[in-house]
């Protein structure tokens, strides 16, 4: 079975697209970026996660606000 854990370009992108969305509403997330000690880990497969940071209660409510006006109904 192939390996299809994310390598650290795949989360640097992911940032990266992340970021870009976010921008469009505004909202800057200072602290994102991809963790790399993730892939440190002796995790199998490596989690390869994206650290979202710290924010301001400013900051979280405009994201809590975009994401409501983008919710889909599940």
Do not use: K, W
């Amino acid at each position: 079975m192939p390996d299809r854990s994310p390598t650290p370009y795949d989360v640097t992108l992911c940032v990266e697209n992340l970021r870009t969305a976010l921008a469009l509403h505004g909202i800057t997330l200072p602290s994102l970026r991809a963790d790399l000690p993730s892939f440190a880990g002796a995790y199998a497969p490596p989690a390869g996660l994206v650290a979202l940071g710290n924010c301001n209660t400013a900051t979280a409510q405009a994201l809590a606000t975009a994401l409501r006006g983008t919710a889909t109904g599940r």
